[in-house]
C-alpha cells in the first residue's frame, strides 16, 4: 500500500474500529447513546449565562473522553490546544463587543480615548466561550469514538430511518477521503509534467485551477461507478435490506445515557443558573 493510500485510509469512514482496551468504553457504546446522552445538556447550555455551569460540563465532558476514549496526539491536540484557544478567541471576541453601557459599574480593565473595558464584558465574554465550547466538548465523545458505517447502521437499525437515505449518505460521505487520494494524484502527476511552476500567488491559483477539471472528472466517474455497483445489487428494490453487522442497543448503552442524564442534572441542579439566564 502507497503511502497516499495509506493517508486517505487513514481517514476513511468506512474503516473498522481499531481494537481497544476495555477501559476505553466509548468504543464499544452504540453511536446513538453517544448522541442521546449528551444532547439535553448541549440544548440547555444554550440558554445559561454563568460560568459555573459550562465549566463543569467543559469537566464532566474532558473527564468522559479522557477515561472513554484513547489519549492519541491529536486527541491532546483538542483538548489541550484548540478548544482553549477557541474559548479564549471567543470570549476576547465577544467581551469587545459586548455594550460597556450595560457594564459600566464593574471595574475598568484599560481604557483607550472614549472607549473602555470593563470587567463584566470579560465575564460576558467568557461565559459565552465557556458555552460554546462546552457544547463542542459534548460533542467530542460521539465525534471521536464512532464510525460512518456504524452511525449509519444504528440509525437504520434502531430510529428506521429507511436504508436509502442512511446508506446514500454514507456513500456520499466516502467521497471525502476519495477526494482527498485523487487530489494528491493530480498534484503529483503535475509535478511530474512541471505543469504550473513558480511561487507567489499566481502560480497557486494557477496550480489550484489546474486541478478542477481533472478532479471533477474523476469525481463523476467515481459517482458512476458507485450508481452502477448500488443498481447492481438491487439498492431500494426492496423494503428493507439483510445486514451482516448489526449495532445493537445493549444495557450498557442505556447505563451510560442514564449515568449522563444523572450527572448532567446533578450539574444544573448545583449551579442552577436558571435566575441568571433570565436577567
Known amino acids: 500500500m502507497t503511502t497516499d493510500t495509506q493517508a486517505a485510509a487513514s481517514v476513511d469512514p468506512y474503516a473498522e474500529a481499531a481494537s481497544t482496551a476495555p477501559v476505553h468504553f466509548l468504543y464499544g457504546l452504540n453511536p446513538l447513546a453517544k448522541l442521546a446522552a449528551p444532547a439535553p445538556a448541549m440544548l440547555l447550555l444554550v440558554f445559561v449565562r454563568d460560568l459555573a455551569t459550562p465549566a463543569a460540563f467543559l469537566l464532566l465532558a474532558y473527564a468522559v473522553i479522557v477515561v472513554g476514549a484513547r489519549f492519541t496526539r491529536r486527541l491532546a491536540l483538542i483538548l489541550l490546544v484548540a478548544v482553549p484557544l477557541g474559548i479564549a478567541a471567543i470570549g476576547f471576541g465577544f467581551a469587545l463587543w459586548t455594550d460597556q453601557s450595560q457594564v459600566a459599574d464593574t471595574p475598568v480593565v484599560w481604557q483607550l480615548g472614549g472607549w473602555t473595558m470593563h470587567v463584566g464584558a470579560f465575564a460576558i465574554g467568557l461565559a459565552t466561550g465557556l458555552r460554546l465550547g462546552a457544547i463542542l466538548a459534548l460533542a467530542l465523545p460521539a465525534g471521536l469514538t ?123 441542579w448545583s449551579t442552577y443558573p436558571w435566575a441568571l439566564a433570565l436577567i
Open 146 to 268: 464512532t464510525t460512518g458505517p456504524d452511525l449509519a447502521r444504528s440509525l437504520v437499525q434502531q430510529l428506521r430511518v429507511p436504508y436509502r437515505i442512511g446508506y446514500t449518505a454514507i456513500a456520499a460521505f466516502r467521497f471525502v477521503p476519495r477526494f482527498g487520494h485523487e487530489l494528491e494524484v493530480i498534484r503529483q502527476a503535475h509535478r511530474v509534467r512541471g505543469a504550473h511552476g513558480g511561487r507567489g500567488p499566481f502560480a497557486a491559483a494557477a496550480r489550484w485551477a489546474g486541478y478542477v477539471v481533472p478532479l471533477l472528472a474523476g469525481a463523476i466517474r467515481h459517482a458512476e461507478r458507485v450508481a452502477l455497483a448500488m443498481d447492481a445489487r438491487a439498492f431500494g428494490a426492496h423494503p428493507d435490506r439483510t445486514e451482516r453487522h448489526l449495532v445493537r442497543w445493549r444495557v450498557r448503552d442505556t447505563v451510560f445515557v442514564l449515568a449522563f442524564w444523572a450527572a448532567s442534572a446533578a450539574v444544573f
